[in-house]
T-cell receptor, first 109, second 114 residues
Framework: RKEVEQDPGPFNVPEGATVAFNCTYS??????FFWYRQDCRKEPKLLMS???SGNEDGRFTAQLNRASQYISLLIRDSKLSDSATYLC??????????FGKGTKLSVKP | DAGITQSPRHKVTETGTPVTLRCHQT?????MYWYRQDPGHGLRLIHY???????DKGEVSDGYSVSRSKTEDFLLTLESATSSQTSVYFC?????????????FGPGTRLTVL
C-alpha cells in the first residue's frame, strides 16, 4: 500500500462548484497532515494544515479522520484561480514530508 | 516567501558529468531538505540536513551526496549524472517556529541529463 494515496483526477468543474478531494495514508503513527497546492511548473505551497478537529480557511475546509486514516479537502465556490494540483501531505519520521501524487483541478468559466 | 533560492534554475548536462545544485536560505533555519519530483510520483526525499555538517539519507539517496558547511547553504551533488536523474529538484526548509511545523519550498531546478 502506498504511503499517501489520492485520486489523480483531473477534476473538471465549473466556476462556483463545490469540489472535494480525498486522501488516505498508511502510517497510523503519523502526527501531522497538510494540503499543499502546486501550480504548473512551480513549487508546492502550503495551503493549510489539517487538524483533528477539522479546520476552515475561507472557502477551504480540511478534515482528518484518524480512525480511517483519511484526509479531505473541500473547496466551495470554486474560482478560476483555484485551478492547480492539490497535494495531500503527511509528516514523516525524519521530519520530512510524504507526498501523494496530487489531484489536478481545472475550474472552467 | 521563505527566502529560499535555488541555482541553477535550469541545467542540461551529459551522462557521466558531475552536477552540483545549490540551495540558499536567508532565515537561518536549521533543517533543510532535497526532494525530487517526477511524473507519476509524489515528491520524494533525497537527503536532508539537521544542522551544519549534519546530514542523513532519504528514500532515494543512491547516486546523490550532500554537503552543508554553513547554515544558509545546502548543496546536492550528482557525482556522475545518469538519465534517470532527469527530474525537478526542490529544496525545502522546515520552519519549526510557527504553528504549522512544516516545510517551505524553493522554486526548483529543472535538470535534464542527456
Amino acid at each position: 500500500r502506498k504511503e499517501v494515496e489520492q485520486d489523480p483526477g483531473p477534476f473538471n468543474v465549473p466556476e462556483g462548484a463545490t469540489v472535494a478531494f480525498n486522501c488516505t495514508y498508511s502510517n497510523s503513527a503519523s502526527q501531522s497532515f497538510f494540503w499543499y497546492r502546486q501550480d504548473c511548473r512551480k513549487e508546492p505551497k502550503l495551503l493549510m494544515s489539517v487538524y483533528s478537529s477539522g479546520n476552515e480557511d475561507g472557502r477551504f475546509t480540511a478534515q482528518l479522520n484518524r480512525a480511517s486514516q483519511y484526509i479531505s479537502l473541500l473547496i466551495r465556490d470554486s474560482k478560476l484561480s483555484d485551478s492547480a494540483t492539490y497535494l495531500c501531505v503527511v509528516g514523516g519520521s525524519q521530519g520530512n514530508l510524504i507526498f501523494g501524487k496530487g489531484t489536478k483541478l481545472s475550474v472552467k468559466p | 516567501d521563505a527566502g529560499i533560492t535555488q541555482s541553477p534554475r535550469h541545467k542540461v548536462t551529459e551522462t557521466g558529468t558531475p552536477v552540483t545544485l545549490r540551495c540558499h536560505q536567508t532565515e537561518n533555519h536549521r533543517y533543510m531538505y532535497w526532494y525530487r519530483q517526477d511524473p507519476g510520483h509524489g515528491l520524494r526525499l533525497i537527503h536532508y540536513s539537521y544542522g551544519v555538517k549534519d546530514t542523513d539519507k532519504g528514500e532515494v539517496s543512491d547516486g546523490y551526496s550532500v554537503s552543508r558547511s554553513k547554515t544558509e547553504d545546502f548543496l546536492l551533488t550528482l557525482e556522475s549524472a545518469t538519465s534517470s536523474q532527469t527530474s525537478v529538484y526542490f529544496c525545502a526548509i522546515r520552519n519549526i517556529l510557527v504553528r504549522e511545523d512544516t516545510q517551505y519550498f524553493g522554486p526548483g531546478t529543472r535538470l535534464t541529463v542527456l
